[in-house]
């Protein structure tokens, strides 16, 4: 039984090693993407909210310019 587990800690150890360096690497930078996610989407949803009020400008604009044009 130990030699079994003797000759799979070399072949299994070192890949989980590795996978566990970059696990821990990557994490940091995965949650910094995470908070600037929500901040887009905190400024997206701010912006369509400004926004709808030039919208409605430009298209009660549109309907006057059609009906001043129809005349």
Do not use: C, H, Q
């Not at 130990?2 to 360096?21: D, M, N, Q, R, S």
């Not at 821990?24 to 400004?50: F, G």
């Amino acid at each position: 039984m130990e030699e079994i587990l003797f000759k799979w800690i070399p072949t299994v150890g070192f890949p989980i090693a590795v996978a566990t360096y970059v696990l821990l690497r990557i994490e940091p930078r995965l949650n910094a993407l995470t908070d600037v996610v929500k901040d887009l989407t905190a400024i997206v949803s701010t912006d369509s909210a400004n926004t709808k009020g030039v919208k409605d400008a430009i298209d009660r604009l549109t309907i006057e310019i059609a009906r001043m044009n129809s005349k």
